[in-house]
């Protein structure tokens, strides 16, 4: 399997699914908007960006940036989809999905990670963050995802083949 046919699995994936920007909101009445969070990532990489928005979601819903409907509980694991999107709310348009997925690939030590049946989604959480059900990304290593792949296939996703 090339690089390029991957894409085009996790691309078949997402377009079936609502790709409006997160942002996160205060866990009280009407989800208000967590204000801060703009200046919190200006000139930060990938790496930290990721780490911010998996941070954040410790204590913060996710909700549609457009519409506002919540659609996450607080201190519940990410999939790369809403962690793209809320990149997208950050940083709109300039990381891809590859990007992030390679991401969560070279911080893996930093994460904990496992398929989650009920969202049918490969979902992250900050290692830093105490949880009563830690599970390591490695320990799922070769369960395929809701891209049809494994955790290693994501590494260098966001790479364009060179032709022979």
């Given at each position: 399997?090339?690089?390029?046919?991957d894409?085009?699995k996790?691309?078949?994936y997402?377009?079936?699914?609502?790709?409006?920007p997160?942002?996160?909101?205060?866990y009280?009445?009407?989800?208000?908007?967590?204000?801060?969070?703009e200046?919190?990532?200006?000139d930060?990489s990938?790496d930290?960006?990721?780490?911010?928005?998996?941070?954040?979601?410790?204590?913060?819903?996710?909700?549609?940036?457009?519409t506002k409907?919540?659609?996450?509980?607080?201190?519940r694991?990410?999939?790369?989809?809403?962690?793209?999107?809320h990149?997208?709310?950050?940083?709109?348009?300039?990381?891809?999905?590859f990007?992030v997925m390679?991401?969560?690939?070279?911080?893996q030590?930093?994460?904990?990670?496992?398929f989650c049946?009920?969202?049918l989604?490969?979902?992250?959480?900050l290692k830093?963050?105490?949880?009563?059900s830690a599970?390591?990304?490695r320990d799922e290593?070769?369960?395929k995802d809701?891209?049809?792949?494994?955790?290693?296939?994501?590494k260098?996703?966001?790479?364009?083949?060179?032709?022979n």
């Open positions: 399997m090339t690089i390029e046919e894409q085009q996790v691309m078949g997402i377009n079936k699914f609502c790709q409006i997160l942002r996160f909101g205060q009280e009445n009407g989800f208000p908007d967590l204000i801060e969070e200046k919190t990532v200006k930060k990938l930290n960006l990721i780490k911010i928005i998996l941070g954040n979601s410790r204590n913060c819903v996710s909700k549609n940036a457009l409907v919540f659609e996450t509980y607080p201190d694991y990410r999939s790369s989809l809403d962690i793209w999107r990149l997208n709310f950050y940083k709109p348009d300039q990381y891809t999905i990007d390679d991401c969560l690939f070279r911080i030590e930093e994460l904990y990670g496992q049946g009920a969202v989604r490969r979902v992250f959480k830093i963050h105490p949880t009563t599970h390591y990304v290593i070769n369960t809701e891209y049809d792949l494994t955790f290693d296939q994501w260098n996703i966001n790479q364009i083949e060179k032709e």
